[in-house]
């Protein structure tokens, strides 16, 4: 059964860096595309980066661009993000996804998602 497990949430300060790792298991995950989403309590889950499969190229929210990077190890089977000069705005649920998107903001478009992982930003 394929899987997707996301590590490396936490509780952070302003300011500080965090990376989120996306494990894939069950099946190779190197032929989708890969995608971060966040939710905050209350609010709609919003797209935060995406890593095309084919192109490798890479989209982010105007929110998170030049701040969060988004990258891939197929021979891990894992994907990251890495998260600087957190701020308190990005504190969510942050959640892994795999598709072979047509629109690579949308969440319907991803077809395996992870169980999704915590991160809080304090002021």
């Known amino acids: 059964q394929a899987q997707l497990v996301e590590s490396g949430g936490g509780l952070v300060q302003a300011g500080d860096s965090l990376r989120l790792s996306c494990a894939g298991s069950g099946r190779t995950f190197g032929g989708f595309d890969m995608g971060w989403f966040r939710q905050a309590p209350g609010k709609e889950r919003e797209f935060v980066a995406c890593?095309?499969?084919?192109?490798?190229?890479?989209y982010y929210s105007d929110s998170v661009k030049g701040r969060f990077t988004i990258s891939r190890d197929n021979a891990k089977n894992t994907v990251y993000l890495q998260m600087n000069s957190l701020k308190p705005e990005d504190t969510a649920f942050y959640y892994c996804a795999a598709g072979i998107v047509a629109r690579y903001n949308s969440p319907r478009d991803y077809i395996y998602w992870g169980q999704g992982i915590q991160v809080t930003v304090s002021s």
């Open positions: 890593h095309k499969r084919s192109s490798s190229n890479t």
